[in-house]
């Protein structure tokens, strides 16, 4: 259907939308020729897929078709993305409730947050009125809204299986404005609360779920939490904080988890740099890669920049990104060491 056509009258529910013409227009695409000029499927066919056979499989309720499509989302951006986020409505709604809702379940709960954005991202381009998409999803999808929008999550678990984490929400079906009301690390087995984490965690919107990276002898993790909410123009007259990734590690102390100081926050030779000098700070992510032994953790730093240039005022965009190596010791101390990557891509 049109979006052009949608119409919705006050206090009226809108109609569940019906994709069926474009499942038949993927089967006439699947071939190579036809595919041909088309950027979404060249970008699938770059990660190695054939964009619309994974598309027809996917809209049949193929489960490792439908985590091919989800798998190309962060892959998608500019006309790319004009294709594939429309398809991923498409998509969603051809699979029915039942057979998605089945799906997402099995997902571990960073996938979940990944196909919740690409579904909303999708049901975007439908034009609802008045930010209608979550009472659409609740009246047409039920099954899927409640695994996609919990109110209250445990996961995160150890590797030896003895810990979890558990968050709630503020409103489990805002996406703009909820926030973590509550997080902590508790024992799986009986739900005794260890280590309150709430403090440490700024998740908000979208991106409020966050993430756990645990070392491989579960004695330490690395806990993320992203405030992605500021964006727009760096030029504000209103000045506005920085989008926000942080990382706080905790480790086992007896019989809880404790805070470890880090100076993730004090990247060396900042202050000194000249180009950083005047320019406006747009975001700040620090995030674990990998724990690359239980005593030695691996993270990224990038921090994204603009500047106004002279004579004209052009904004002058830059970033810098840090790869930074965090050594534990058995005494609870930690040795901090930064390398500035030369791939200073933003």
């Given amino acids: 259907m049109d979006k052009n056509r949608i119409h919705l009258l006050p206090d009226e529910p809108l109609m569940k939308l019906n994709h069926d013409a474009q499942k038949k227009e993927w089967r006439k695409l699947q071939s190579l020729r036809n595919a041909d000029g088309n950027e979404t499927a060249s970008q699938a066919k770059g990660r190695g897929l054939d964009y619309f056979k994974v598309l027809a499989a996917a809209s049949n309720g193929d489960r490792k078709a439908l985590a091919q499509f989800f798998s190309l989302a962060e892959f ?13 409505s498409a998509v969603f709604h051809l699979v029915g409730d039942r057979t998605f809702s089945n799906f997402v379940r099995g997902l571990p709960v960073a996938d979940q947050v990944g196909v919740r954005g690409t579904v909303m991202g999708g049901l975007s381009e ?7 998409d979550v009472n659409y999803l609740q009246r047409y999808f039920p ?7 919990r109110g209250e999550i445990v996961d995160w678990t150890s590797p030896d299986g003895r810990y979890s984490i558990r968050k709630t929400f503020t409103d489990p079906l805002d996406l703009a404005e909820s926030k973590v009301s509550h997080a902590e690390l508790i024992q799986k087995a009986t739900g005794q609360i260890l280590c309150d984490l709430t403090n440490a965690d700024i998740g908000v919107g979208g991106d409020r779920e966050g993430r756990v990276l645990w070392s491989p002898d579960s004695k330490r993790f690395a806990y993320v939490s992203s405030d992605l909410s500021h964006g727009g123009s760096l030029f504000r007259k209103a000045a506005v904080p920085p989008q926000k990734t942080q990382t706080t590690v905790y480790q086992d102390s007896d019989k809880s988890f404790t805070k470890i100081d880090l100076p993730l926050d ?5 202050e000194s740099d000249p180009e950083i000098k005047g320019a406006v700070m747009g975001h700040e992510f620090v995030s674990p890669v990998r724990w690359t032994n239980a005593n030695t953790l691996v993270l990224e730093r990038h921090d994204y920049y603009e500047r106004l240039m002279p004579p004209l005022g052009e904004v002058h965009p830059f970033a810098r990104l840090y790869e930074i190596t965090v050594s534990f010791k058995e005494d609870g101390t930690a040795k901090t060491s930064w390398k500035l990557r030369d791939d200073r891509t933003w």
């Fill in 76 to 88: 998608m951006d500019g006309a790319a993305a004009e294709g594939y986020f429309p398809d991923a």
């Fill in 266 to 270: 004090q990247p060396p030779g900042k």
């Fill in 143 to 149: 099954e899927t809204t409640k695994i996609l929008f």
């Fill in 126 to 132: 439908e034009e609802f009125a008045n930010g209608a």
